[in-house]
């Protein structure tokens, strides 16, 4: 039976390897002692025939020759007597034996067929053991610790080419992973000094003491936008090659409802501007620990998005709260029913639903891939969800900072 793309097994059964070896283990031993079985049970029948047949025939010889020699009638009876003695003996006696042989035969088959499913499983196990460990450091090995390697020993076989496979896949992902954040930080850097030039003829030009033309001030003030757009581009690709690295400036505690307050003070000409309706949930307190910047740039960037990315006249809501071992923030906004395939992708930079999903042409298409970084260089998940009736509900979830416990977040949303 197939469920959501996944093949479900009645009773929970999996159809491991292992399983499947020690089935096939014990169905050759098993097939192979019954076949020996069938074969020493003919041999016993033709051998207890052959020797039926010869005393049989010895028998009759014997009754021949007193016949000839004594026509008494006492000892023909006397012949015929122990003659039905012996046809007697040489059926029940054979037959007996071969019953016995025939049930001992089968218990020792039923011992040793349990024997073996127990040693099929033992020896499946061991010869399955370092596809486990392959399969384990697999799953343990992210991209920020892509310097493991299996280092897998043993003779030079079929498991050691596969892990020695594996071991280069790693090498080559971890330099090309290296090689993209080097990348993205060398260029952000490097990109910076032509833009500070440019910043600064554009304001020397603008501050002759001359008047400069009307379309010379309104080309000017358009470029400063554009520059403005490009240092923030930078400054995105920069957060984001660090939060990727995980390299961590400083580990600090921030409350989240603060860094909250702080991100949706500063943008309050913003909302009112987008005539934006906001609601917030009561304070929980939920304390997080990394680095205070990346975290609040993390608060921003979802704020921004909510703002951006709305309808005019719309909604936001915000919400923190604080549970055990975790703490967590909500961001829903209104706007149009979005794909929810989409969505999902919205966390890959350089990545915008369309205007008209959107209601806005405005971003870099950063904010949220930031966000996934950060939240991933902090131990945290990311959730989007494209909300039923219209917009998007965006939940993080972050390790807490401290143990005391102030509400549970088994009845918070998400």
Do not use: C
Not at 314 to 324: C, E, L, Y
Not at 397 to 413: F, T, W, Y
């Amino acid at each position: 039976m197939r469920l959501a793309g996944r093949t479900v097994r009645p009773f929970g059964v999996r159809r491991t390897v292992r399983s499947r070896m020690t089935l096939l283990y014990g169905g050759l031993f098993l097939f192979s002692g019954a076949v020996l079985l069938a074969i020493a049970s003919g041999v016993a029948k033709v051998g207890s025939t052959r020797s039926a047949e010869a005393v049989g025939r010895s028998v009759g010889g014997a009754q021949n020759s007193s016949s000839d020699q004594s026509r008494l009638a006492q000892a023909d009876n006397r012949i015929r007597q122990l003659q039905g003695q012996l046809a007697a003996a040489q059926h029940s006696q054979p037959s007996s034996l071969t019953h016995q042989l025939l049930i001992g035969s089968l218990i020792a088959l039923a011992i040793m067929a349990a024997a073996s499913v127990v040693l099929g499983r033992l020896m499946a196990g061991h010869a399955l053991r370092p596809l486990r460990t392959i399969t384990a450091t697999a799953r343990r090995i992210s991209e920020d610790n892509l310097h493991e390697r299996l280092a897998f020993g043993g003779p030079k076989d079929e498991l050691k080419d596969l892990a020695d496979t594996f071991d280069g896949l790693l090498e080559r992902l971890e330099t090309a992973f290296a090689a993209q954040r080097r990348f993205v930080a060398n260029a952000s850097h490097e990109l910076r000094t032509p833009l500070t030039t440019m910043r600064a003829a554009l304001d020397v030009a603008m501050a002759k003491p001359d008047p400069p033309p009307a379309q010379t001030v309104a080309l000017a003030g358009r470029l400063s936008g554009e520059l403005d757009r490009v240092d923030e581009l930078l400054e995105g690709l920069l957060v984001l090659a660090r939060a990727q690295h995980g390299a961590l400036p400083a580990t600090e505690v921030l409350v989240l409802d603060e860094a909250v307050a702080a991100a949706i003070a500063a943008r309050a000409a913003a909302l009112a501007e987008a005539g934006l309706t906001l609601r917030q949930a009561g304070a929980s307190g939920a304390t997080v620990a990394g680095s205070q910047a990346l975290l609040r740039r993390m608060v921003d960037n979802l704020v921004d998005n909510a703002i951006v990315h709305n309808q005019r006249a719309g909604w936001i809501t915000v919400g923190t709260w604080a549970g055990r071992g975790a703490a967590r923030i909500v961001i829903e906004n209104g706007g149009s029913v979005l794909d929810q395939a989409q969505v999902d992708k919205l966390a890959q930079p350089f990545t915008r639903l369309g205007a008209d999903r959107t209601g806005s042409e405005g971003g870099s298409g950063l904010g949220l891939s930031i966000v996934a970084a950060i939240v991933a260089a902090h131990g945290g998940e990311l959730g989007l969800e494209a909300r039923p009736d219209g917009g998007l509900r965006v939940t993080v979830e972050l390790p807490r900072a401290s143990e005391p416990i102030r509400a549970d977040l088994a009845g918070v949303p998400g």
